[in-house]
């Protein structure tokens, strides 16, 4: 199917949709109209669908449809279905629309951490340019374990939660300058590259790893997602398509507050590995086990249950007259 020359087709069609679905008052004629409108336009929704999946004429059609079915039936929605929905089916299709994004990111940030990693731990002169020597080892040999037990297990976990929410944040707020988020990505991974070579550079690269696995797998993860999303909405308003700018930072927006969602529990989640398990003796495998399990569930949401929701049509636009579109054709 050509969707641009079959839009075109029904172009006209549905700007009468949108507004008989706009207007306040009814007589007989407009009302079935409206109803007629409604019923083509559910078909001609359910061909795209079939043929292109949620393609941007889908989404701009799934709109319309909903508006005009709430004209006609002013269903209110339960609010346990709307939370229902929102855990279940739009956070998790958020999260997949932007998953090989989220894999490019952390590419880019293993790259980056990696190559600084190198550079600090075989180059001396830039060990010496970082700070003093036996600071340094100080660092490496005490204060970097030390960090993790500086504060009670709650204060801690408290403290890790607010900073990554923060990093989080920044990314999402600021997305749609597509250069703060390349900046927080490339200043995190500076970061975590420079403590790995000067781990490395007093042999304790393996403290290093032990240390971070337990709790930076999903914690790390989130924050690649949290730039994956502030992207997707700079290319939204830089590529958006078939659909005006404005459509697509409201309707990518609008995903991008249930990406949120996941990462708040995501980043929980991973604050309370960091306040309490990192700092525990317990057998290493047992420790980066736990992390390793919170990373595949959060893993599991992306890509298992947001494949199952995209493939059922949702989006993960919070929209409820999108919504309402979807449930109606699924129907």
């Given amino acids: 199917m050509d969707l641009d020359a079959y839009s075109h087709a029904h172009d006209a069609e549905w700007r009468r949709l949108d507004e008989l679905s706009r207007q306040r008052r009814f007589d007989g004629r407009d009302a079935d109209e409206l109803i007629d409108g409604y019923q083509a336009g559910a078909t001609q929704l359910s061909q795209i669908t079939t043929a292109a999946g949620?393609?941007?004429q889908a989404a701009r059609l799934s709109v319309l449809l909903s508006r005009a079915r709430l004209r006609f039936t002013g269903a209110a929605a339960d609010p346990v279905a709307q939370f229902s929905h929102y855990?279940?089916?739009?956070?998790p299709a958020a999260l997949y629309g932007i998953r090989y994004l989220s894999l490019a990111v952390m590419a880019i940030f293993v790259a980056i951490a990696a190559a600084y990693a190198v550079w600090v731990a075989t180059n001396p002169d830039v060990v010496a340019a970082i700070g003093d020597y036996e600071q340094l080892r100080v660092y490496a040999e005490q204060e970097f374990v030390?960090?993790?037990r500086e504060s009670s297990e709650g204060v801690f976990a408290t403290q890790v939660f607010t900073n990554n929410a923060w990093i989080a944040a920044q990314c999402v707020a600021f997305g749609i300058t597509g250069l703060w988020p390349a900046f927080v990505l490339f200043q995190n991974a500076q970061g975590v590259g420079i403590s790995a070579g000067i781990m490395a550079e007093f042999d304790r690269l393996d403290v290093f790893f032990l240390s971070i696995l337990p709790h930076g797998q999903l914690e790390l993860y989130?924050?690649?997602v949290a730039c994956a999303?502030?992207?997707?909405?700079?290319?939204a308003w830089v590529a958006p398509g078939a659909r005006t700018r404005i459509q697509a930072l409201a309707e990518d927006g609008?995903?991008?507050?249930?990406?949120v969602g996941g990462l708040v529990v995501a980043l929980l989640v991973s604050g309370v590995i960091e306040g309490v398990v990192t700092r525990q003796e317990w057998p290493d495998v047992i420790?980066?086990?736990i992390g390793t399990v919170a990373l595949a569930w959060f893993l599991w949401v992306q890509w298992g249950l947001g494949r199952r929701a995209a493939l059922a049509g949702e989006t993960g636009d919070l929209d409820p007259i999108?919504?309402?579109a979807r449930v109606v054709v699924a129907d």
């Fill in 287 to 289: 420790r980066i086990g």
């Fill in 87 to 91: 855990a279940t089916r739009a956070v």
């Fill in 146 to 148: 030390d960090y993790y």
């Fill in 229 to 235: 999303a502030g992207l997707r909405i700079f290319w």
């Fill in 54 to 56: 949620q393609a941007p």
């Fill in 254 to 259: 609008r995903a991008l507050f249930a990406t």
């Fill in 222 to 224: 989130a924050v690649f």
């Fill in 322 to 324: 999108s919504r309402g």
